[in-house]
């Protein structure tokens, strides 16, 4: 069989499995522009988990996406075999492994792709054809090259390694229907606003914090969203419940494509290191991102409109644990003045 090397010029079915989480997906679509740069002709498809899979269908350009569940214990056996059956049958030629998983690789096997290349992490080396030395402890390597070092055999040196969020025009237009009904006018200055973080405490400032931001941002002509998917609601119910003017709650109400819009719309993004986050900074929106136990090296938002804040003179941080073991010196250290003249410096300009 011809390499994928030999074949650069002709049509090349592609699959990409994609990360698991929405700021890893919105840090990999580099990755898949590089895809369409290295192989105009290509078939490429995306293999994304549910919860990520709305992000690569409301992109352009227009890209195929499977969608795939991986089930409880009991089930992932049976579902990785189901899964590798319905992607054999599909002739895959190249497979790129984004996440680092064991189980990445066993489902790229079991499709039967000749050519898999990822990082040989997690014991998986002897089911990859091109094995890359892992490289997450280099120092200063944001995801984004991480990523895109899967190519470099490839040659794709000089590719755009900025993210980039494009939106489709239909999702556009559901969104704004969304707007209508959550009463935002088009001469409103929207702020949205993400408390949240998927990954634990240490990455969540204070919710006092935010909502004594938000108050102190609030002016005519300004309306507040708060941001942020299941299991979020409480918090953004607790931030509403202490601020002087509550704004507009939509945590855990929206798909991940009508928050997209949502934040498409906004003058300003206010959030942790999430997903949200490094969505809004595809989108271009000006944000003002909060870092404590990770390292802005590896995964700060990649938008010139962008303000991070992160306590340097905190010995500890970045640890990368969900849970602290002190007493969140990080999040400590970022105090409400400092964002508040961060936000409002954004918002003038």
């Not at 969540?204 to 998917?229: C, I, N, S, T, Y």
Request: proline fraction near 5%; aromatic fraction near 6%; charge should be positive.
């Amino acid at each position: 069989m011809s390499t994928v090397q030999e074949r650069n010029s002709k049509e090349l079915k592609i699959v990409v499995l994609a990360p698991n989480y929405i700021g890893d997906a919105v840090l990999s679509l580099p990755l898949l522009d590089a895809c369409f740069q290295l192989w105009p002709q290509a078939n490429l498809t995306v293999l994304a988990r549910a919860q990520v899979a709305e992000l690569f269908e409301a992109r352009e350009p227009e890209v195929r996406v499977l969608e795939y569940e991986k089930g409880n214990s009991r089930q992932r056996v049976r579902n990785l075999m189901g899964l590798g059956r319905r992607l054999r049958r599909e002739g895959f030629e190249l497979a790129l492994l984004l996440p680092n998983s064991l189980s990445s690789a066993i489902i790229a096997r079991l499709a039967g792709v000749p050519q898999r290349v990822g990082y040989s992490t997690d014991g998986r080396g002897w089911l990859l054809t091109q094995g890359l030395e892992d490289r997450r402890k280099e120092r200063g390597l944001h995801q984004v090259d991480y990523y895109l070092g899967l190519l470099r055999s490839f040659g794709s040196s000089g590719v755009d390694r900025i993210p980039r969020l494009k939106l489709k025009k239909e999702v556009i237009e559901r969104g704004l229907a969304l707007l209508d009904v959550l009463g935002i006018e088009n001469n409103e200055l929207l702020i949205g606003v993400h408390p949240g973080a998927s990954y634990g405490e240490t990455k969540k400032w204070f919710r006092e914090r935010f909502a004594r931001v938000m108050d102190l941002l609030q002016k005519p002509g300004r309306k507040f969203v708060l941001l942020g998917g299941p299991g979020e609601e409480p918090l953004a119910e607790r931030i509403s419940a202490i601020m002087a003017s509550p704004p507009i709650n939509t945590v855990g109400k929206t798909t991940l494509a009508e928050a997209l819009v949502l934040i498409s719309r906004c003058g300003l993004f206010l959030g942790n290191d999430s997903g949200l986050m490094h969505a809004a900074a595809a989108l271009g929106i000006p944000q003002v991102a909060l870092f404590g136990s990770t390292d802005p090296a590896k995964t700060a938002p990649l938008n010139d409109k962008a303000v991070v804040i992160y306590p340097e003179g905190v010995s500890c941080s970045p640890c990368f644990k969900s849970k602290c073991p002190e007493n969140l010196e990080c999040m400590e250290a970022i105090t409400v003045d400092e964002v508040y003249v961060a936000a409002e410096k954004l918002l003038k300009s």
